[in-house]
């Protein structure tokens, strides 16, 4: 299969999807091309579901094989697009039970807690960082299973935001973290503009305690070997000094 450049090959049926744009750094979705639709996880800002229609036409599917978004959570570079996209093909949205009255526009979500770094790195703001309303048809919570891959196994990871999740694909020896974990110049390391960063550290360890090989990550290029242990070594490149 001929892919484009922004569409990356992880493993049979998972590939990995790179939103254009320097509005955040290397912006990732990802498509699990099934026998029976596909599914989503995360749909990057406002305007990128040309982006996705494209990567389902790469990868020799239609919009209408849509059968179910997952959002890792609420954040509009990763919910910004789940309302358009959702419509398609009235693909199933979940989310984490936690975030998922953010997603839906009924109240708003937490701001992040900036340390010193990464306040040189991103303005203050009073300004939620979620995108357009869209419904949630399944809040999920630790430990639920979704019936692609095998069977997707939910995982909480709060930190980034209340009600983070990723995504373990045990058959194909993946994880999708979301943004509890990012790459960076080829680093593996702790999610950025976390609401509450001593949780974010516990799910960087749930994380790496999977043993998954194969790690994608909301930001930054894929791991694709040994990816549990360069979780586990993950660094808080942005924490306070001492």
């Known amino acids: 299969m001929a892919l484009p450049d922004f569409v990356a090959e992880l493993s049979a049926s998972l590939f990995g999807v790179r939103i254009p744009g320097d509005r955040a ?41 849509l059968t179910r978004i997952v959002l ?14 959702a419509g398609w093909s009235g693909a199933e949205v979940v989310a984490g039970a936690a975030d998922a009255d953010y997603v839906r526009g009924e109240s708003p979500g937490p701001l992040p807690r900036l340390t010193v770094r990464e306040s040189a790195i991103r303005p ?3 300004l939620p960082p979620h995108g357009p309303p869209c419904r949630v048809d399944r809040a999920v919570a630790d430990g639920d299973v979704l019936d692609f891959a095998g069977g997707a ?29 990012a790459e960076f110049d080829g680093r593996v390391i702790l999610g950025v503009f976390n609401t509450d960063r001593p949780a974010a550290l516990r799910s960087q360890a749930r994380l790496a305690a999977l043993g998954a090989e194969i790690a994608g990550f909301g930001h930054g290029e894929a791991v694709l070997t040994r990816a549990h242990r360069r979780i586990a070594e993950a660094v808080d490149v942005f924490a306070d000094p001492d």
């Open 25 to 65: 750094h290397l912006l990732n979705c990802y498509l699990w091309v099934g026998e029976d639709g596909v599914t989503l996880i995360d749909t990057g800002w406002p305007d990128s579901a040309p982006v996705i229609a494209e990567a389902l036409t790469a990868v020799g599917r239609t919009r209408g094989d």
């Open 72 to 85: 890792t959570h609420f954040h509009e570079d990763h919910a910004g697009s789940a309302a358009e996209i």
């Open 124 to 126: 203050e703001t009073d």
């Open 153 to 181: 196994q939910i995982l909480e990871v709060p930190g980034h935001t209340p009600g983070s999740i990723a995504v373990h694909l045990p058959a194909a020896g993946a994880v999708l973290t979301g943004d509890a974990i």
